[in-house]
């Protein structure tokens, strides 16, 4: 960083040699979190730390499905009032998230919004040229593998309020809520991924399996099959009959990462994600059987239409 | 651009040895324009590409503040409807302003905003290592230059509404309202005045000149003084007198310059704006006479206080 916040613009050095790699997330009050959640101020300055940690999470997770490295972000706001101290821990939140990836926040903008206050995070990050994945590669007989597992983050949403609020709950929604405010960062398993070669092709599921999964093989121009039966292999495996199948398979905030593996290269890209620390789950299978066909492959054999679809930001609900 | 829209991020693939500099401007519905200005379809429309031409401007303005050449962009959108087609007009009014400076839009995400749609950009450029200007290089002596002048934005907003219904309006409205609705440029000077090496310190005057004024000094340690007389010289001058000191000085969205000169390289400073088509008008000087310290020279010697103040996103009006 050569010029940081302050000025009309950040001044940073780039690697030389390296791609630049850039995105940009937004997370929404009253659509992505409320803060009529909580009772108290401590507690809602804990949710503005975990609003910036998701905004972070968001960025990074669409840098990991590119297999690149995260270096520096801007944040665009737009607020609806002076509170200065909520806004400070939500960019404290999107700080530390970014630095733990070894990233920093190095700008930003500040303007008052009507209702519903919003938060822009874009993160620039470097890629080695010609080693970015895409959503585009995948190809008939490479295998589906996710990092963690989806539908979580929708299943804690539900009972977001009584979290927030404080009312006691059952274990598993604090395991829930845990990951919802620190969603882990798969940056690193991406970074060993890349260097094992097996990816073929990647997309950050953000919006839920079933529509992300339909993005690649659109993409990709080819089908899918995943199994009924695959499990996460994340440390949350016991709390796997809490997700329903609309959430597992629909939209979901969950961050995590769809791959296409080539099955020559699997016991290396396992390798690469454990040495990372990140469960990676083998789901199911590419197909040649034309774009957009997607199945769930009963243990019977039987292959159904699979449940489930992209977030709609503007279906009626 | 090496990835381009459609996937998670945009892949791009820098100049080697250059900097990278990166900034974020938003527009937000009912602060920087409103669509109920509009009584016709087709004049909501030109609203839209307006509003997307203006946000490039703001953020084209912020890197020409850095001496940097812009690249790359994505774009953030809360839409508070389906109205896709005024979200690609925006879009297009970006994009177009965009490409005369030589940078492209590369990517987006679009949310559900609950009210007031507001779009978020972000630029990132590049600057030679150690050439980018910034706000604290200015020393007493320098004299201080702007591109264009300030207030029009302001003094032609009071009249915006009936500019976008329709009604007819004295001729330098309408030239006020070209200025709004396609602000110029000011990246190609900048450049050129940077090759110069006359400009000791730049600041994008998005928020009204004294406030921005203001900044400038403080982050450089001076004072400053404007020359009450001074004037545009940008072709409106005979509309001058329309805008009144407190727009001139106060909060106003002209995207101009306001540059630090070294008086022993002034000339070629001047045909340097002159040569990239730019004008440029010697309004005043740096002084010693300590921070925050900002007079306003009358035509008789006498200094007082400079008027105006920079923009207040969250003062009560």
Known sequence: VIVGPGDDAAVLRPTTGMDLVLTTDALIENRHFRRDWCRTRARSLELARAVGARLAAANLSDLAAMAARPRWAVISIGATGRDTEWLAEVQRGVAETLERDGAALVGGNLGRAEAGEW?????????????????????????????????????????ARAYWSGRRLPEWTRAFAERWRNPPSRIAAARAMAESGAVTAAIDVSDGLAGDLAHLCEASGVGAEIDASSKPAD????EFPRVSDERRFGSSDDYELLLAVDPNHRAACESAAAGAGAPLAFIGRVTAEGRRMLGLRGEDGRVVALPGRGYDHFARR
Chains 1, 2 share one sequence.
């Not at 080693?131 to 539908?151: E, I, K, Y």
């Not at 440390?235 to 016991?238: C, I, R």
């Open 119 to 159: 938060y822009s995070l874009t993160l620039a990050g470097e890629v080695e040229p010609g080693r970015a994945w895409t959503r585009g590669g995948a190809r008939p007989g490479d295998l589906l593998a996710v990092t963690g597992f989806f539908g979580r983050a929708a299943t804690f949403g539900r009972r």
């Open 235 to 238: 440390g949350l495996e016991e």
